[in-house]
């Protein structure tokens, strides 16, 4: 038997008998492994330590093996130790710089995080609750101790100004933070640069592997990847491409408040981030995620490491959520429209079988977003339409309502034209606007604006743009005028106003919903998506019982 270590992978060669009798030991722990050629057995690094029995004396011995499986027995040993801290909310022993500044569940975390020999964690805390602190008081305890040298952050591009903001905020003029933005030039320069804290947006990761796998030869890094549903599917570039660097780094916390949006399986390549596979090692993934909803349990919380607390945990101020789903009902053309499109798409799928609907789903859900689309915003499907969206009666009263109380309001919606009407119509509230369109620092801006300007008083944004990451709790009403098949940013958005910091007794949610249309099945699917990850993380809480029960209400109307 020989064993070589290549990237991330170990090859194994044996032959004859040997072979036939290890291969089929292996099978039965890993499922069906690689032959890259004939007696060669490929295998990931992190399923090392489920074949360790199998290997000769001599390949245990040999330096890049050992060091492997050295690697995940330490993490392993830390591992218990990290959940021993979070069981018993071990919070002392910080350094006072930062016992003065955590509050008691956040030093908790801190604690956790630090214990050296981890390969990394998963920082599933729900949004809201700190979790940006936190990493800089783990990154800087860890600096302190020479655990680490410099901490890479990646993150969504909305988020990149956030990060350099909150470390001035907490650790003032102590690190160099450099951002990665610009062209693929410019953000290649800045990982060339000598930073602290280098801050790049996922799609920036590809142009600096390079620089930054050949620097970490010689600097210990950290890796935090924020909001990391964006990295869920294992398969896209952007994932692979993190993943790459994080194979080059020390450490690895994993930050998400919504860290399974759609199924179980979203958590998987969070794990593999945060581990190196270690949790998820040998797991063979099945088409269906409701298959493997058992055995993806059990494996994250017997092998997987991760801290997730809700506000009403960790608070001591949560507001009450509650939440108004207003029902409209379409008229005149643009009921037509509606009509129409959902008579096209019927039609169309009458004509299609499983296998081709499979091969079509790019087409079906651009014809599904017609509809969602038409119920919010129709002139943005018939330019020439002249009728006003029969939700903008209902929302021009509502938001009327609202601010003649004094009152701040988010408005939502996931559609540009829907978003360039709503600017024009409430011009008279100095509304402000975040979207894919609006640059970081006029994000920045109006988020400032409608924080602390007396005269702004409406923010109309797209949660998959303004969803995460920003506070704006100088509201404490939120009105959702259209919805979107993506639950992580409707998730993420209704954040924003209940978090810390939020000081009214209770929050709002407006939810504007055209009668007998998708957009019924929609908010219903997404509450379902939402109910479903409560239930994956064991959080237990109430339900808000006023969304419930208007969801309830819907079925009455069928």
């Known amino acids: 038997m020989k064993v070589f270590l290549k990237n991330q992978d170990i090859e194994i060669t044996a032959t004859g008998i040997e072979f036939l009798k290890l291969k089929t030991e292996i099978n039965k722990r890993l499922g069906n492994v690689k032959l890259s050629k004939p007696g060669t057995i490929n295998i990931p690094v992190s399923t090392l330590p489920l074949i360790e ?20 027995k330490a993490h392993s040993i830390a591992r218990l130790k990290a959940i021993e801290i979070i069981e018993q909310n071990i919070n002392d022993g910080l350094p ?56 890479i952050i990646v993150c969504p591009k909305s988020m990149i100004s956030e990060w350099p903001k909150d470390l001035q905020k907490f650790l003032p003029e102590k690190y160099k933070v450099i951002q990665a933005e610009g062209n693929k030039q410019q953000k290649y320069e800045a990982s060339l640069e000598n930073f602290d804290v280098l801050v790049a947006n996922y799609e920036g990761v590809e142009v600096m592997l390079t620089s930054l796998i050949a620097t970490s030869t010689k600097y210990k890094y950290l890796l935090v990847a924020d909001e990391s549903y964006y990295l869920k599917n294992g398969e896209s570039a952007r994932s692979g491409n993190v993943l790459q660097l994080r194979q080059y780094c020390k450490y690895c916390f994993v930050l998400c408040g919504t860290p399974a949006p759609n199924s179980a399986h979203d958590l998987i390549h969070q794990f593999d981030l945060s581990d190196l596979g270690y949790t998820f090692a040998g797991f063979l993934k099945s088409k269906d995620s409701s298959n493997d909803l058992e055995r993806i349990t ?54 299609l079988d499983n296998e081709t609907f499979k091969k079509k789903l790019v087409t079906y859900f651009q014809q599904r977003a017609v509809l969602l689309q038409i119920c919010c915003c129709p002139s ?12 903008y009666e209902v929302l021009d009263a509502l938001i009327t309502d609202l601010i003649t109380s004094g009152r ?145 209400e819907l079925s009455q109307y069928e």
Request: net charge positive.
């Open 298 to 351: 059990e494996l994250i919380y017997t092998k997987g490491l991760f801290i997730r607390r809700l506000k009403t945990e960790i608070l001591s101020h949560v507001p009450e959520k509650n939440f108004h789903v207003i029902r409209v009902s379409l008229k005149g053309r643009q009921a037509l429209m509606y009509d129409k499109a959902r008579s096209e798409l019927e039609l169309t799928l009458k004509t």
């Open 53 to 72: 029995d199998l290997l000769s004396q001599e390949a245990k011995s040999m330096e890049d093996i050992k060091k492997c499986l050295q690697r995940f």
């Open 96 to 151: 006072e710089r930062w016992s003065s500044v955590l509050d008691p569940a956040q030093a908790t975390a801190v604690a956790a995080m630090t214990i050296p020999d981890l390969l990394g964690l998963c920082l599933f805390d729900e949004q809201g609750s700190g979790k940006t602190v936190m990493s800089i008081a783990a990154f800087d305890i860890l600096r302190e101790k020479n655990f680490i040298d410099k901490m």
């Open 408 to 552: 701040k309001v988010i408005l939502w919606s996931f559609f540009r034209k829907s978003l360039d009407e709503l600017m024009i119509r409430y011009f008279k509230y100095n509304p402000v606007r975040v979207d894919g369109s609006v640059s970081t620092i006029s994000r920045r801006a109006a988020v400032k604006s409608f924080q602390e300007d007396p005269n702004i008083f409406l923010f109309i944004g797209n949660p998959a743009a303004a969803g995460a990451g920003i506070t704006l709790h100088a509201s404490y009403d939120a009105i959702y005028l259209s919805y979107s098949n993506q639950a992580a940013h409707y998730l993420q958005s209704l954040d924003r106003i209940h978090r810390r910091g939020q000081m009214a007794d209770q929050v709002n949610y407006y939810l504007i919903v055209c009668k007998n249309t998708i957009e019924e099945t929609e908010i219903v699917r997404l509450r379902g998506k939402e109910i479903r990850q409560h239930n994956l993380l064991g959080d237990h809480i109430p339900w808000p019982t006023s969304l419930d029960d208007a969801l309830q």
């Open 380 to 391: 943005a499907i018939d330019p020439t339409l002249t009728e006003m969206s029969v939700k």
